[in-house]
Every structure is written in structure tokens, then in C-alpha cells.
């Protein structure tokens, strides 16, 4: 299902420290290899963050979460059904640095949940 865009202006992308030494040095990222085989960049929203982590990076240490400005992208960005029947937004294009609002080191909150990365 592809449909119009939830009221998010910001998505998140999880990254390993090589991609995200990547998409520093190279200025884009055409994702991780599920990405590639997928044909697209999955990203999460502030809500389906922690989930994400939780359920595909589990084990993994020296994670990054970038924040996407999703208002950056036209077509090539969908909001489509995917885990439990929530829209994700899927990017159709490579990750561009300039698209990205802030990063750093993936960190928990005291109660669990995946602390969003902030400009500053």
C-alpha cells in the first residue's frame, strides 16, 4: 500500500559506523545491503524508532541514528505498509548528507527507548 504522507516531517535511519562513515565521506549512502535488496532505504519514524533497533540491529554495537528531513525528497519518498500494517517511509534514492538534520551515536533513554539525535 503506498499512500499520502503521515503528518512526519522527520524520519530516522540507522546506521552502522562504516555506513555512516560513508555517508559522511561521500556525501550519500545508497543504503545497507537489506536496503539494496529491497530496492529502497527503509527509514522509521520517532514512533517505530525503538521497535526497529529492537527487532533488526539487536547484538550490534557502534550504531548511529540519522534524522531525515523528509520534506527533502518528492516521489522517491513513499509511506508504505509494511510491520504489523504501519506505514514506513521508504526512500527510493541514496541517503544525501545535506537531507540529514542531525546524527550521532545511537543511545537509550532510562527507559529504553532509542534517544532521537539533536542539532547543536
Known amino acids: 500500500m503506498s499512500g499520502g504522507a503521515p503528518a512526519d516531517t522527520t524520519a530516522y535511519k540507522v546506521l552502522t559506523a562504516e555506513e555512516m562513515a560513508t555517508l559522511e ?6 543504503g545497507a545491503p537489506v536496503d539494496v535488496a529491497d530496492g529502497y532505504i527503509h527509514l522509521s519514524t520517532c514512533e517505530q524508532l525503538t521497535e526497529t533497533v529492537d527487532k533488526h540491529f ?3 554495537d ?8 523528509l520534506g527533502a ?3 522517491s519518498l513513499k509511506w508504505e505498509e509494511s510491520r504489523g ?3 514506513f517511509p521508504h526512500l527510493y534514492e541514496p541517503l544525501l548528507l545535506e537531507t540529514v538534520v542531525a546524527y550521532g551515536k545511537l543511545q537509550r533513554n532510562d527507559d529504553g ?4 539525535p539533536v542539532t547543536g
Open 25 to 30: 565521506r561521500d556525501g550519500s549512502f545508497a
Open 58 to 60: 539487536v547484538g550490534q
Open 85 to 87: 500494517g504501519q506505514l
Open 73 to 75: 525528497f518528492g516521489g
Open 62 to 69: 557502534d550504531l548511529y541514528v540519522a534524522a531525515v528531513d
Open 113 to 116: 527507548s532509542v534517544r532521537l
